[in-house]
C-alpha cells in the first residue's frame, strides 16, 4: 500500500463549483498535513498547512483532517479557471515530506 | 507565508558540462532544504535532504557524485550536475524546511528546468 494515495483525475468542473479533493495515507505517525497547487512549469505553492485532525479555511478553500480514518480533503467554493492546477496533498511526521501523486483540476468559464 | 528563489529559473546546456542551482530562502534561515526532480506530468521525486554544514543524505538511486549538493549556509543550497547527459534534463525543484514555532511544512522555488542537448 503507498503511503499516501490520491485520484489523479483529471477532475473537469464549471466556474462556481464547488471542488473536492481528497487523499489518504497509511501512516498514523503523520501529524502534519499540506496542500499545495501547482502550475504547469512552476514549483508547488503552499496553499493550505494543518496540525492534527479538524477544519482550517482560508478565503475560498477549506482543509479538513481526519486523522481517525487517514483522510485529508481541500475544498474549494466558488471554483474559478484561474484554479486549472495539479493540487498535491503532503503529509509528514518530521522534516521528510510525502506526497500524493497529485490531482490536476480544470476550471472551464 | 515564505519566500524561496531559485537560479537560473532555465539553463541549457551541451553534454558533458556541469551545471549549478542555486537555492534560497530569502526571508527565514533554513537548517535543512531538499532538492526534487520532476518529470513532465508526473509528481515530485525526492533526490536529496540537504543538511547546513555536513553531507547531504541521497535518496535510493540518485548518485551523489553526479549530483553534487552543498549547503554551506543557512540560506543557500547548491546542487551541481556534473557531467550532464541528455537524460538529465528535467525539472529540478528545490525546497526549504521551515519549523519556525512548532510548525513543519516546506517552501518551494520556483523551479529550474534543465534541458541537456
Not at chain 1, 71 to 95: E, K, M, N
Request: proline fraction near 4%; charged fraction near 20%; charge should be positive.
Amino acid at each position: 500500500q503507498k503511503e499516501v494515495e490520491q485520484d489523479p483525475g483529471p477532475l473537469s468542473v464549471p466556474e462556481g463549483a464547488i471542488v473536492s479533493l481528497n487523499c489518504t495515507y497509511s501512516n498514523s505517525a503523520f501529524q502534519y498535513f499540506m496542500w499545495y497547487r501547482q502550475y504547469s512549469r512552476k514549483g508547488p505553492e503552499l496553499l493550505m498547512y494543518t496540525y492534527s485532525s479538524g477544519n482550517k479555511e482560508d478565503g475560498r478553500f477549506t482543509a479538513q483532517v481526519d486523522k481517525s480514518s487517514k483522510y485529508i480533503s481541500l475544498f474549494i467554493r466558488d471554483s474559478q479557471p484561474s484554479d486549472s492546477a495539479t493540487y498535491l496533498c503532503a503529509v509528514t511526521g518530521y522534516s521528510t515530506l510525502t506526497f500524493g501523486k497529485g490531482t490536476m483540476l480544470l476550471v472551464s468559464p | 507565508g515564505a519566500v524561496v528563489s531559485q537560479h537560473p529559473s532555465r539553463v541549457i546546456c551541451k553534454s558533458g558540462t556541469s551545471v549549478k542551482i542555486e537555492c534560497r530562502s530569502l526571508d527565514f534561515q533554513a537548517t535543512t532544504m531538499f532538492w526534487y526532480r520532476q518529470f513532465p506530468k508526473q509528481s515530485l521525486m525526492l533526490m536529496a535532504t540537504s543538511n547546513e554544514g555536513s553531507k547531504a543524505t541521497y535518496e535510493q538511486g540518485v548518485e551523489k557524485d553526479k549530483f553534487l549538493i552543498n549547503h554551506a549556509s543557512l540560506t543557500l543550497s547548491t546542487l551541481t550536475v556534473t557531467s550532464a547527459h541528455p537524460e538529465d534534463s528535467s525539472f529540478y525543484i528545490c525546497s526549504a524546511r521551515d519549523s519556525r514555532g512548532g510548525k513543519e511544512t516546506q517552501y518551494f522555488g520556483p523551479g529550474t528546468r534543465l534541458l541537456v542537448l
